[in-house]
């Protein structure tokens, strides 16, 4: 049923504290205008910071819309506070999201399950420290080298020449948690919403950098978005059915996001996926929503009709 909250208290969760912040007050204004324009008179912004948090505990609304970004918004920790306070939320539970925000396990997941994605290794502080302090290393390049557990390419460094390992161990390190590498797929990059398990379209993503990081995302207008994606459609076929089966290994619902690269043999391998897609001017995910003649308004509403506890959910 379209519009199933109207009448309710609705808590659009923002900010917070991870690095992302910036993105996640973007989402949570533009979550906050569209629920305004649809006539929805009780919504509550609740920046998640512990502060917001305590005061959301204290009188919890009847929903949660939640647009955070990284950190304890999309690690499960919020949801799990969620959970006890019985107060049904947008996006994965906690499971998924703890298994798709923590890249080592995400891709772990998909090998189990025969999904391709790129070799990685995984590196403690303890190791990456113990590197840089060494005068030489030799660097397996090229490769990606990326915190485990960020998002919104926060940290990543796209790795060429070995002179720029150490440069992109230090920016990982900046963010919490190990530090992974990863081998570099040369090729198109991809992205695919979902909502509910099912494909929302794919999008090739050409920026106008060598690599698509946090300013080609959010700050870049020359970042060009194909879509739909100029691929046959048994490729397209291919990668829609890929990213639902990494959807379900990961355990995710609601609306997610693939992040994929295409090889030069058009092969496709899993990066991760994201549980709370930005939903910035610049995002992808509303972006498909509009190729399906969805505005945004009405995308909003559709998330918030599928607020779920995990409590709820029968599985098996």
Same mark, same amino acid.
């Given at each position: 049923m379209v519009?199933?909250?109207?009448?309710?208290r609705?808590?659009?969760?923002?900010?917070?504290?991870?690095?992302?912040?910036?993105v996640?007050?973007?989402?949570g204004?533009?979550? /906050?205008?569209?629920?305004?324009?649809?006539?929805?008179?009780?919504?509550?912004?609740?920046?998640?910071?512990?502060e917001?948090?305590?005061?959301?505990?204290s *009188? =919890?609304?009847?929903?949660?819309?939640?647009?955070? /970004?990284? $950190?304890?918004?999309?690690?499960?920790?919020?949801?799990? @506070?969620?959970?006890c306070?019985?107060? =049904?939320?947008?996006?994965?539970g906690?499971?998924? &999201?703890?298994?798709?925000m923590?890249?080592?396990?995400?891709?772990?997941?998909?090998? @189990?399950?025969?999904? =391709?994605? %790129?070799?990685?290794?995984?590196?403690?502080?303890?190791?990456?420290?113990?590197?840089?302090?060494?005068?030489?290393?030799d660097?397996?390049? %090229?490769?990606?080298?990326?915190?485990?557990?960020? !998002?919104?390419?926060? !940290?990543?460094?796209l790795?060429?020449? +070995?002179?720029?390992?150490?440069?992109?161990?230090?920016?990982?390190?900046? &963010?919490?948690? =190990?530090?992974?590498?990863?081998?570099l797929?040369?090729?198109?990059?991809?992205t695919?919403?979902l909502?509910?398990?099912?494909? @929302?379209?794919?999008?090739?993503?050409?920026?106008?950098r *060598?690599?698509?990081d946090?300013k080609?995302?959010?700050?870049d207008?020359?970042?060009?978005?194909?879509?739909?994606?100029?691929? %046959?459609?048994?490729?397209?076929?291919?990668? $829609?059915?890929?990213?639902?089966?990494?959807?379900?290994?990961?355990? &995710?619902?609601?609306?997610?996001? +693939?992040d994929? @690269?295409?090889?030069a043999?058009?092969? %496709?391998?899993?990066l991760?996926? *994201?549980t709370?897609?930005?939903?910035?001017?610049?995002?992808?995910?509303?972006k498909?929503?509009?190729?399906? $003649?969805?505005?945004?308004?009405?995308?909003?509403?559709?998330?918030?009709?599928?607020?779920?506890?995990?409590?709820?959910?029968?599985? !098996?």
């Amino acid at each position: 049923m379209v519009g199933t909250w109207r009448s309710s208290r609705v808590a659009v969760l923002y900010g917070g504290v991870s690095d992302e912040r910036e993105v996640s007050i973007k989402t949570g204004e533009a979550f /906050h205008f569209a629920l305004l324009s649809l006539g929805y008179k009780k919504v509550e912004m609740v920046d998640a910071t512990g502060e917001g948090l305590l005061k959301l505990a204290s *009188n =919890p609304p009847d929903v949660a819309l939640l647009a955070l /970004h990284g $950190g304890l918004g999309e690690n499960g920790s919020v949801q799990g @506070m969620l959970e006890c306070l019985k107060v =049904p939320y947008t996006g994965s539970g906690v499971h998924g &999201c703890a298994t798709a925000m923590n890249k080592d396990t995400a891709k772990s997941l998909f090998r @189990m399950a025969g999904l =391709p994605t %790129p070799d990685w290794q995984v590196l403690d502080r303890a190791r990456v420290e113990q590197i840089l302090s060494q005068p030489d290393i030799d660097a397996q390049v %090229p490769c990606v080298v990326k915190p485990v557990t960020s !998002g919104s390419s926060v !940290g990543v460094t796209l790795v060429r020449e +070995a002179d720029q390992y150490y440069g992109a161990l230090e920016a990982a390190m900046r &963010c919490p948690g =190990p530090v992974m590498i990863e081998a570099l797929i040369e090729g198109r990059e991809l992205t695919v919403g979902l909502m509910d398990g099912q494909v @929302m379209g794919i999008i090739e993503i050409a920026p106008d950098r *060598n690599f698509y990081d946090y300013k080609a995302k959010y700050q870049d207008p020359k970042t060009n978005y194909l879509m739909p994606a100029p691929i %046959p459609d048994r490729l397209q076929q291919e990668i $829609g059915r890929l990213v639902q089966e990494a959807n379900r290994v990961l355990g &995710c619902r609601g609306v997610v996001r +693939a992040d994929l @690269m295409l090889d030069a043999e058009d092969r %496709p391998w899993l990066l991760e996926v *994201n549980t709370t897609p930005g939903m910035t001017e610049t995002s992808l995910v509303p972006k498909l929503a509009r190729g399906s $003649g969805i505005e945004f308004e009405q995308f909003t509403e559709m998330m918030l009709d599928n607020a779920r506890l995990d409590a709820d959910l029968q599985y !098996g």
